[in-house]
């Protein structure tokens, strides 16, 4: 079926980016500063963090929001100095710089992510240069990645949805409540388990799927 594709929108984490660097900061470095701030060792931290986070889960702005963490926990760091200290281990996934050449020409290129300003202003300072617009639901518009998050990114990019390609690694949150939206959205699963016709393993796949709306 054709459609006049105008956008293409990517979320961050396990899709243009691998997760080492939000692993390190939720998994090690937060763990870390509980430890050090409260003088109990580091598994203790570790277990007691793993456990809250699991009790607020992902379905919550705050499991998302680190500002949010240093206050439950009382911890004299800045975030953003915080962060910054584990900038490096931002990675790429290594399909990406070649997507986002082949797509920059023919499409305006988009990211939607549940992910804090915080944490975005790093895991895209890569490819900042490929991107006319960069969303954080949370800071931006004050909401969850759900399909009412996508509507009103698309008013504020005046696009139809009908316009607008969406890719992420979240079946809920970029699948089901972009396609909610009347977006045409692709699931990616990188280890290749689900079978779908908007599924994909690689983003390469999804080049000959767009030409596919094209014709």
Request: proline share 5%.
């Given at each position: 079926?054709?459609?006049e594709?105008?956008f293409?929108?990517?979320d ?17 470095a937060l763990p ?6 409260w003088g109990?060792?580091l598994?203790?931290a570790k277990?007691?963090?793993y ?8 379905n919550?702005p705050e ?6 963490w ?15 200290q584990?900038k490096?281990a ?6 990406v ?5 082949r ?8 990211v939607i992510?549940?992910?804090s300003?915080?944490?975005l ?13 960069i ?5 931006d ?27 992420g ?6 699948y ?14 990188r ?7 908007r599924?994909?393993?690689?983003l390469?796949d999804l080049?000959p799927?767009?030409?596919q709306?094209?014709?």
């Amino acid at each position: 079926m054709r459609r006049e594709i105008k956008f293409i929108s990517f979320d961050v984490d396990g899709t243009l980016v691998t997760p080492s660097f939000a692993d390190i900061v939720w998994l090690e470095a937060l763990p870390q500063a509980v430890s050090d701030e409260w003088g109990i060792p580091l598994e203790d931290a570790k277990k007691m963090l793993y456990n809250d986070y699991n009790v607020i889960g992902p379905n919550r702005p705050e499991w998302y929001d680190l500002e949010y963490w240093v206050k439950r926990y009382r911890l004299k760091i800045d975030p953003k100095s915080f962060v910054n200290q584990y900038k490096d281990a931002v990675t790429l996934y290594p399909e990406v710089i070649d997507v986002l050449e082949r797509l920059k020409d023919t499409y305006e290129l988009v990211v939607i992510s549940n992910s804090s300003r915080l944490f975005l202003e790093i895991t895209t300072r890569p490819l900042q240069c490929y991107f006319k617009y960069i969303f954080s639901t949370l800071s931006d518009l004050k909401m969850m990645k759900d399909h009412h998050a996508y509507l009103e990114i698309c008013r504020i990019i005046s696009a139809s949805p009908s316009e607008v390609v969406h890719v992420g690694d979240s079946m809920e949150l970029d699948y089901v409540q972009a396609k909610k939206a009347g977006i045409l959205a692709f699931y990616l699963d990188r280890e290749g388990k689900k079978k779908g016709r908007r599924f994909i393993k690689d983003l390469r796949d999804l080049l000959p799927r767009l030409l596919q709306y094209r014709m």
